[in-house]
């Protein structure tokens, strides 16, 4: 069974500000942690790769543990967000912990940042990015190919590498047809 490629970001678990500050629907932090955790585990399987573009949890590296215990996904590559002190202690518990990261899907070149960015690497080629932090409250630039992959910006659950795939390929068609990217950027897959 082929395994499949997720992203997600600002959960912020345990976090009680976040409710009222992002209008999630929960009364409290318990229904909060238990609906982004249930969405996850709904959908992302044991072997899946998910990508996770920061602000995981409040706390220590011992109540991270604690969540990702509750994460039924094994292979978790964390970039890290501005609420990560606790992942930084426990960054030994992911496949890999950055401050950004360059990836390659089928050749294309994807930026991960917790933040958006205006300009990453490739991205005057066609080169995709990634990030959270916005609580899906930044407007879409309709010049970036850029997408914000947090859990407010998506029914509390992890996008599909297919769902990224059909929401920026067009747009990048498009704008490819109005000339903006004069040639491809070549990637290989890691």
């Not at 294309?108 to 005057?124: D, E, I, K």
């Not at 509390?156 to 059909?166: A, F, G, L, T």
Request: hydrophobic share 40%; with cysteine; net charge neutral.
């Amino acid at each position: 069974m082929a395994k499949d490629v997720w992203f997600t970001a600002d959960f912020h678990l345990g976090h009680a500000n976040i409710i009222r500050y992002c209008a999630r629907p929960a009364a409290e932090v318990s229904e909060m942690d238990q609906l982004i955790l249930d969405r996850i585990n709904q959908v992302v399987k044991q072997e899946d790769d998910l990508y996770f573009l920061g602000d995981f949890c409040v706390g220590d590296a011992a109540r991270v543990e604690k969540y990702l215990r509750r994460i039924i996904c094994r292979n978790i590559y964390f970039v890290r967000g501005n609420h990560d002190k606790g992942a930084a202690q426990a960054q030994h518990m992911f496949r890999w912990f950055k401050d950004l990261a360059e990836v390659s899907f089928a050749g294309r070149l994807v930026v991960l940042c917790h933040y958006p960015m205006r300009a990453w690497r490739g991205s005057h080629r066609g080169s995709w990015h990634l990030h959270g932090h916005c609580h899906g409250r930044l407007p879409e630039d309709p010049l970036l190919l850029s997408l914000d992959v947090g859990v407010d910006a998506h029914e509390y659950r992890p996008w599909h590498w297919d769902e990224i795939v059909s929401r920026l390929q067009p747009k990048e068609e498009q704008l490819r047809a109005q000339g903006r990217f004069r040639r491809a950027l070549e990637t290989a897959d890691p």
